[in-house]
């Protein structure tokens, strides 16, 4: 039942027909359709719950719990050291798929650690790091070949001053 009276102090007891009730064992009233109410009654027939009132007051909890958790900022994972965590872009479909196969397949093990098994599996299914390599010394045979033409250009040039080129 709903307290229509205005109290001056939220901590002070409600009264009701006479009787003082502390602030733990206040009540409120919730209007429910009959759809809800027979939802209701179906958890406590099988056993689930004792009553609706213990029912509702499992799901107030859990609902403030959650809300609760949601304000707060999670505690950032400890990475074990030598690993770097780098954010990564992915479709609404993906998360879903990469979530359950990390439930199902995975033994309930999280996103970013199915991503870097999937990464580390690719790395070496499809030898990234020798293609890095590769292009990595090809870009540095790259910049020698461009050293090693400037300093024949200028050498040209010197022999030209010199006259010995060009005659």
């Known amino acids: ?6 109290r001056t102090d ?7 027909a006479g009787s003082t009730v502390g602030p733990e064992e206040e ?11 027979q ?6 027939v099988s056993g689930e719950f004792r009553s609706r009132s213990e029912l509702m007051r499992a799901a107030l909890r859990e609902f403030l719990r959650a809300r609760a958790m949601s304000a707060v900022a999670p505690p950032a994972k400890e990475a074990p050291s030598g690993l770097v965590e780098v954010p990564v872009r ?5 998360v879903e798929t990469l979530g359950a196969y990390g439930t199902l397949v995975g033994n309930g093990r999280d996103i970013g650690d199915v991503l870097a098994d999937l990464v580390r599996r690719g ?6 790091s020798e293609l890095v390599e ?20 200028r ?11 060009g005659r």
């Open 39 to 44: 939802l209701l009654d179906s958890f406590v």
């Open 27 to 37: 009540r409120i009233a919730l209007r429910c359709a009959r759809k809800e109410l």
């Open 90 to 94: 992915l479709r609404a479909e993906e």
């Open 134 to 153: 590769r292009h990595r010394l090809a870009a540095h045979e790259a910049a020698e070949t461009r050293v090693q033409l400037g300093a024949l250009r």
């Open 155 to 165: 050498s040209g040039e010197d022999l030209a001053k010199k006259g010995v080129l």
């Open 10 to 16: 939220p901590l002070e007891p409600a009264s009701s």
């Open 1 to 6: 039942m709903f307290d229509k009276s205005r």
């Open 123 to 128: 790395e070496l299914e499809l030898k990234v």
